[in-house]
């Protein structure tokens, strides 16, 4: 290879070291490379997700993840989380919508639990969540590194967790959901809305007949999805849920 090689010092901070090797975690690292190099494909060649930056500055400036590279660089790599935990804000904006790869399908569910629209179908490959992500504006979620940096996906988290009551612990910390949260506000079927039956309106009567007959005999509150039309009532798997629930948000007391 011809050239001259050029090197640059980049620190990674806080939670993004996660992506590092350990040797590597809390210090200065030299990256070498031939001609001409930007930021984004630096940083992503060290395994660290571009939607998990917040900022950047190169010798002590700001800067995008399209700034070149020419060599003798100090680069320094802060995460969102930083910012995020500073704000207390939640940083989805008014709707949280997200999107998850095929093997997030217990988070997906929990997610939607909590009342959050939640895009999940395991029919469909990478380069179409990818997709999905950047036209609905979803927040990618997923534990593989290479679909967040697509260059299409703009906003997402690798999931850290592998126990997926921690999982949707996780994201509720990380965008400052707590405030949105709308237990059991979404079908955990079809993510469609649900909502409370008029206690003897036609359609309620007619709701009525699609549960079992035990359950008429002492239940008078139905609710309904307005996506797919199933029935919800609070019997055992309503109160199984809500201890879930509780777990996820780390409390002992009702909702």
Known sequence: MGGFKNCVIIRIYADLN???DKN????DIEVCFYGKRSVKDLIESMGVPHVEVHRILVDGDEA???HILEGHERISVYP???LMKESGENTCGDESKFILDVHLGKLAMYLRM???DVFYDTGIDDPEIARISADEDRILLTRDRGLLMRSIVKRGLIIRNSNPVLQA????EYFNLEDSIRPLAICLECNGKIERLTEG???FDKAKKQVPPKVRDWCDEYYICRGCGKVYWRGTHYYDMVATIL???GKSGGI
Request: hydrophobic share 40%.
């Open 18 to 20: 996660y992506f590092l």
């Open 114 to 116: 909590l009342g959050f």
């Open 169 to 172: 612990a996780e994201v509720i």
């Open 247 to 249: 777990k996820m948000l």
């Open 201 to 203: 309106s036609p359609e």
């Open 80 to 82: 969102k989380l930083s």
């Open 24 to 27: 590597e975690r809390q210090s």
């Open 64 to 66: 995008g993840f399209d």
